[in-house]
């Protein structure tokens, strides 16, 4: 049997995409150590795109040097393929997650 190091390449080949991100963001100091960066990034690969919100903490420790640590709020605009791309994902991975139940339990679906 020959060696096929890319025999997947092309059934798993959307897990990996080129796309782009662009955004803004505001670095507001509540303090001379202390930060708020409130974050608004757009980013596209394929067919999929995203939107990201995101409000990071600051922490200077020195200067020019930080810490920053907050949540982050994800809109997708396609469920399906990212559902199929995760279900790729899995199958590559060999893991036997059923992405639909994930996804009731968690109120997407």
């Known amino acids: 049997m020959p060696f096929e190091?890319?025999?997947?390449?092309?059934?798993y080949g959307n897990i990996n995409n080129i796309g782009f991100y662009i955004g803004a963001l505001v670095d507001i100091a509540?303090?001379?150590?202390f930060h708020l960066q409130p974050e608004l990034t757009y980013g596209k690969s394929e067919d999929l795109s995203f939107v990201y919100l995101s409000i990071m903490a600051k922490y200077y420790v020195a200067p020019k040097f930080h810490i920053?640590?907050?949540p982050q709020l994800n809109f997708s605009s396609n469920l399906d393929d990212i559902k199929n791309t995760i279900r790729d994902?899995?199958?590559?991975?060999g893991t036997n997650g059923d992405v639909d139940d994930?996804?009731?339990?968690?109120g997407w679906i």
Do not use: F, H, I
């Open 102 to 106: 994930v996804l009731r339990t968690s």
């Open 30 to 33: 509540a303090t001379e150590k």
């Open 68 to 70: 920053q640590a907050g």
């Open 5 to 11: 190091p890319c025999r997947g390449r092309k059934k």
């Open 89 to 93: 994902a899995e199958e590559l991975l």
